[in-house]
């Protein structure tokens, strides 16, 4: 109740201007993609905790958003980056943030082949750990990170992207890979269900509509769900762009995920207005990076078209989350190298809503 009411007076501050009106006077509090989709799926978001101090982000979040997913601050390397030393300030800061305003919270990642910690895969001399060592190791990260946050995240990412793009691979040929071959990842699932078996375990991986990737992946879980293995859930991050997926592509991976008895996500959703890259790079000299009315108008005709199919799968589907909030930061401007600004979300630079957001909202 408290916690609702601070949520309407900050809305009402920061979005109608109307301080000092009386309860009678103000106008109702304004509906946002977690109202318009209530009876769909939550609406998530990725998170710094630097953000959840900015008031402007902070009132767009709760306006519109009913679901966190921290950024960065509960992967490996952030959270535990000594063996035995776990970094809970940020990722605390963000589930205090999301039980005070009543949001859920997904868990990312527990079992990535990036950013990870300098310690993880080597003993004390600098050799390479032993399969029996590391997978000890990711039991006791697994253990201590789920249970400190039991109840209060809802459900995890467990293994990120241990598929590889290479099509003649099944798995990535990552360090976890070449310690302990393909194991890891049915440990990861058993570690995860057996610290907090209330919540709903995912696998997560891009490009998931691309045939020949999805098909990987499919084998992948299928073999899982064949072992026993306590997964419930994929996610399909959905770093898409202005030519990719086609509709067919999406509804053929929810479907055939769907097949083996999963439910779905949509866990990392931005809509590029480039198309996508394995090495994004920096602006080239005379490249502009405008964001054009036909990048615009693409992108609209996008977030449509991927918001009704959503709502058509809505049997399968148990949340979509974008990955930042507005296009004043999006990862895609800075990572691996800055210089070529984006724009994929559905808020600009001065968080106000896109054309896309109209079309997502009015159905
Ligand atoms: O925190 C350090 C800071 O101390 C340092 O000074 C600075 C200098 O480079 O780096 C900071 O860390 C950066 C971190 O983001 C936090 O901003 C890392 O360099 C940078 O690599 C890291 O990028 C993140 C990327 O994952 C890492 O692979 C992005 O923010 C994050 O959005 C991105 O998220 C991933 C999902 O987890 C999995 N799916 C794909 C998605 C996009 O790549």
């Known amino acids: 109740m408290k916690n609702n009411m601070y949520r309407l007076a900050l809305a009402s501050v920061l979005f109608t201007g109307a301080v000092g009106l009386s309860s009678s006077q103000r106008p109702p509090a304004e509906k946002g993609l977690k109202d318009y989709y209530q009876a769909y799926f ?53 589930v205090d943030f999301a039980q005070a305003h009543q949001l859920r919270v997904r868990g990312h990642n527990l079992c990535w ?36 946050y039991k109840g209060k995240i809802y459900a995890w990412d467990v293994v990120n992207e241990a598929v590889a793009d290479d099509s003649t ?33 995912f696998y997560n991986d891009y490009n998931t509509e691309r045939p020949g990737k999805r098909e990987r992946i499919y084998q992948l879980l299928k073999k899982l769900k064949q072992a026993k293995v306590p997964i419930d859930a994929v996610g399909l991050q959905g770093h898409w762009s ?19 008895g999963l439910k ?16 994004r790079r920096a602006r080239r000299p005379g490249e502009s990076d405008a964001y054009t009315p036909e990048m615009q108008q693409k992108q609209t005709a996008q ?9 058509d799968e ?17 990862w895609l401007d800075s990572y691996p190298v800055a210089g070529r600004k ?14 896309a957001y109209y079309e997502v909202v009015n159905f």
């Not at 029996?132 to 990260?141: C, G, Q, S, Y």
């Not at 202005?242 to 083996?260: G, H, M, N, Q, Y």
């Not at 809505?314 to 909030?325: A, D, H, M, P, S």
């Open 42 to 94: 939550p609406i998530g978001v990725a998170v710094s905790p630097q953000a959840l101090k900015n008031p402007a982000e902070v009132a767009l979040i709760l306006r519109q958003f009913n679901s966190l997913t921290p950024e960065n601050d509960m992967k490996m390397g952030p959270i535990h980056p000594e063996e035995n030393r776990y970094n809970w300030g940020p990722a605390d800061a963000i």
């Open 113 to 148: 082949h990036e950013q990870t910690p300098r310690w993880l895969f080597k003993n004390a001399d600098g050799s390479p750990v032993s399969k029996e060592l590391l997978l000890r190791r990711l039991h006791d990260h697994i253990d201590t990170v789920v249970k400190r």
């Open 169 to 201: 691979q099944l798995l990535r040929n990552s360090d976890w890979y070449k310690i302990c071959g393909e194991d890891f990842i049915a440990e990861a699932f058993r570690y995860a269900h057996a610290a907090d078996p209330q919540a709903v375990l």
């Open 242 to 260: 202005l030519v990719e997926p086609t509709e067919k592509d999406l509804r053929a991976t929810i479907e055939r995920f769907a097949s083996l």
């Open 264 to 279: 779905v996500q949509i866990t990392e959703l931005d809509v590029s207005v480039y198309p996508w890259e394995k090495d």
């Open 303 to 311: 977030y449509k078209l991927f918001f009704k199919v959503f709502r």
């Open 314 to 330: 809505v049997k399968y589907l148990t949340g979509v989350t974008f990955w930042n909030i507005s296009d004043h930061y999006t």
């Open 342 to 355: 984006n724009h994929p979300l559905l808020f600009d630079e001065n968080f106000k809503p896109k054309p």
